[in-house]
């Protein structure tokens, strides 16, 4: 389909009233152009999850990350101030630091051994001519933001702040104290599938009981989900938790934070920062992704859990905590993995045809609202 029939296609599925709902017209997840356009016009302009505050709390803690094209280092530079800014070396192009750790001074490109200061300024370069001012050159500078104690970057300098408009969600989780809760792992992989296919999987509950029927069902089942009308930049749904059982951990929930309503105890929020991060929050932890597309069928998924700080035991049961949470949540993302794959696949079937959404999909028609808007102007309300 040519990308223009294709982005009138989004903009009707888009303009459906939510209780005609339909799914995502298939070429969306596997047009190269549709792709194309999603790097411009989305990702280089939008904010990005890259982790959180206290993993960068350290100067010269730093992680390397690609946002739409471009290679980005985030980093806590000498004066404390959170940077994000070009990985890409200013000689000829090579990359600068990779993965993530500590830069203690200086960073020194591997090739040619430019070497700039933790604020991105070069401040050597042997060999060179005179003519040659080194003052003028320096690593481009991006937009950091702190949400709710997330990292977010964004690759365009005139975008408008984050924060506003997710302000009724902060407002929403202000009890939970998401700010304090502390990193406990990441992890770093490519899936078999579109990212549009992972981020409507991650926010929307009515898969649960047929694909997490013995992990997340039991728990928080699909039918004490419900979405909860989002806004401008999210989507969002709350599960009901079952009492008594979780299924990160063998025990039942020891609730770790006073200033919960009984209500809030008992609800696990999901939230969509679109256009890439999804997050589940609970009394005790986070689950969250951040997507980056890397082709229409592969997609790099950053993922990771954060800790409540009163929610974790203390000593040898700490590690030990620690790796049963890491098997649960890998275990939740096996079940998605095959089903998010046979999706991508069969995007391309001769028969593959959007169908109508339920009501617990709702997050479904607000991102495919989202992105129309993104690629093709303004929708009526
Ligand atoms: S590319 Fe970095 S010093 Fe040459
Ligand atoms: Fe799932």
Redo the contacts with the bound molecule.
Sequence with gaps: MPLPDLLDAVRRNASLPADQAEATPPQVYTSPEFLELELTQIFNREWICVGREDEFANPGDYRVTRISRDEVVILRDRDGTLRAMSNI?R????SLLEGDGNIPSKIT?P????TYTLDGQLIGASHMRENFDKSTCRLPQYQVEVWLGFVYVNLDPDAAPLAPRLAPLAERFTNYQVASYRALFRVNEVWDTNWKILFQNFMEPYHLFAVHTHTVEPVLPTKHAHAVTGGLGFNLYVQGRMPDVAFEYGEAMQNPNPALSEEEAMSVPLFGAFPAHMCSISAERTFWMSLMPITTDKVQVFWGVDVHPAAMPEGDAFAERVETLKESFHAINDEDKPITAAIARNAAALAAEPGRLSPKEQTIWEFQRYLAERLTGPLET
């Design positions: 070396c000689h000829r192009m090579m490109c090739y040619h051994a430019w």
